[in-house]
Nanobody, 119 residues
Framework: QVQLVESGGGLVQAGGSLRLSCAAS????????MAWYRQAPGKQRELVAT?????????ADSVKGRFTISRDRDNAKNTVYLQMNSLKPEDTGVYYC???????????WGQGTQVTVSS
């Protein structure tokens, strides 16, 4: 069982930056996809960004050019990051980390970290 722990959330003014971290309790050697989701109050959880173990990234249109998903360089820390720049009030929500292991489709979620962007 893999545990994911997010950190780095907080309160920031519009235009500011935050970096979220997602630390996995174990290193996964199988192909996997790491993802960040967010959920705003009263809204459904939405996909923000994905990163495959092969290094392919994808972003929601609303965050392209502002957010960057990455892993630590040698993956020794089993950590994935979400660098968020030029934050907007509509980026407010709880941000969740997710790991999907391929081909078993084992699926893990973190507990979430709150991001609040004030106008």
């Amino acid at each position: 069982q893999v545990q994911l722990v997010e950190s780095g959330g907080g309160l920031v003014q519009a235009g500011g930056s935050l970096r979220l971290s997602c630390a996995a309790s174990a290193r996964i050697f199988s192909a996997n996809v790491m993802a960040w989701y967010r959920q705003a109050p009263g809204k459904q959880r939405e996909l923000v960004a994905t990163l495959t173990s092969g290094g392919i990234t994808n972003y929601a249109d609303s965050v392209k050019g502002r957010f960057t998903i990455s892993r630590d360089r040698d993956n020794a820390k089993n950590t994935v990051y979400l660098q968020m720049n030029s934050l907007k009030p509509e980026d407010t929500g709880v941000y969740y980390c997710r790991m999907t292991v391929i081909p078993s489709n084992a699926d893990y979620w973190g507990q979430g970290t709150q991001v609040t962007v004030s106008s």
